[in-house]
């Protein structure tokens, strides 16, 4: 099939759907290599107990709001918590942050309710996108992989400039592999022993205060203030930030080690937790990765709340000038 004419400048409607909040923007390509402009902002709270089709319906006020403010927009792109089905944009899978996200028609819905073309892709996917182009990546390199470490730990690999999604959209789910130090633990995901159990935020919490990270956590002993005792000289808090940063880049290491991406980049709440756990990285990276590939740098994302933005947009923009479909 022809593919769509895409002529410059062009305008998309944004959205990022996270469980906390629904987040969009208008997302302006001009055709040059200057950085797409990031402007009217708009926030809402997710508010997901609410159920699938409350959340789906803020959604989609979300877009119009963006599309009533430019009316010029040419579509919309959109990144979901969850992992969003590559073929229809669907929610393939959401979880129990998420109750009844698993099934909702997002692309479509959107499309529908718009008479705009939309795509729709997983959120960390959309993060790392939106580096790769536009970000800290740089446009020398052709491959990286990004960690998103905040509530969990998610993660996404790209090759020459594209998101590699795997057959069910699920591809990147790093913190879903198995890691040593998590041994016995169960995960939020019903499974034991993966990575996250040990890396994220959450964990972080839960090993401050002696528990997992499926037990009811103490909310005034999160990440944040582990982060903020530990640069107050607590010596739990330095080692348990010692710990889970170490735990994260010996699998930052072992991801590497099968992968071999041109750079890793760092993004999340977490990356602000301090030295002590920027420091333990290094250190458990340089225990697992193969000395060939001991050269591979470790970046901080530079785009923060504007990357999954930015990368729902270019996901649209790759359908609507490629794939022709009836998106």
Known sequence: MQASAFTYPATIAAIDIGGTKIAGATVTFDGSDAAPVVDNYVTVPTLPQRGGDAVLASVVEVARTLVETRPDCVGIGVDAAGIVNPKDGSITYGNGLMPGWTGQPLRQRLKDELGLPAAAMGDVQAHALGEMRWGVVGKERQSCLLIAVGTGLGGAFIVDGHVVRGRHGAAGHFGHSLHAAA???????????????????????????????????????????????????????????????????????????????????????????????????????????????SDIPILQGALGGDAPLIGAAENLRDVMQTWALDY
């Open 183 to 293: 041994a016995g633990i169960m995960c939020q995901c019903g499974s034991q022993g993966h990575a996250e159990c040990v890396t994220s935020g959450t964990a972080i919490s839960a090993i401050y205060q002696g528990l997992t990270v499926t037990d009811r956590l103490d909310p005034a002993l999160m990440g944040d203030t582990v982060s903020a005792r530990a640069a107050k000289g607590e010596k739990h808090a330095i080692e348990v930030l010692h710990f889970c940063g170490r735990a994260l880049g010996e699998a930052i290491g072992s991801w590497c080690n099968i992968i071999d991406p041109e750079c890793v980049v760092l993004s999340g709440t977490v990356t602000k937790a301090g030295p002590a756990w920027r420091d333990a990285i290094d250190e458990g990276f340089a225990a697992q990765i193969l000395q060939p590939l």
